[in-house]
Nanobody, 117 residues
Framework: QVQLVESGGGLVQAGGSLRLSCAASERTFRYYKMGWFRQAPGKEREFVAAIKWSDASTEYGDSVKGRFTVSRDNAKNTVDLQMNSLKPEDTAVYYC??????????WGQGTQVTVSS
């Protein structure tokens, strides 16, 4: 079973940028898709972005369209999330997930992103 580890979280000011990375213990090309989710205290988990491994097609949540970009690196077995124009409402724990059968079954521990006003 694949294991996922997120990194790159931290504290930034509004309008700044961060780049998150999800490292996989196995080659990620054999999985149907990889996704990013986030959850703020007291709020429901929210879909952020996903990338289909076969053709690198992407999907984004409405709240991050135009600001976030998800990408993959076959050589490093990583999936990255570039976050630009960050807002205080982006503050949350960000999770990486893998979907072998188009259903997310494996999750990372999460990385904290805090955006100050």
């Amino acid at each position: 079973q694949v294991q996922l580890v997120e990194s790159g979280g931290g504290l930034v000011q509004a309008g700044g940028s961060l780049r998150l990375s999800c490292a996989a213990s196995e080659r990620t090309f054999r999985y149907y898709k990889m996704g990013w989710f986030r959850q703020a205290p007291g709020k429901e988990r929210e879909f952020v972005a996903a990338i289909k491994w076969s053709d690198a097609s992407t999907e984004y949540g409405d709240s991050v369209k135009g600001r976030f970009t998800v990408s993959r690196d076959n050589a490093k077995n990583t999936v990255d999330l570039q976050m630009n124009s960050l807002k205080p409402e982006d503050t949350a724990v960000y999770y990486c997930a893998a979907a072998p059968y188009s259903i997310y079954q494996t999750w990372g521990q999460g990385t904290q992103v805090t955006v100050s006003s």
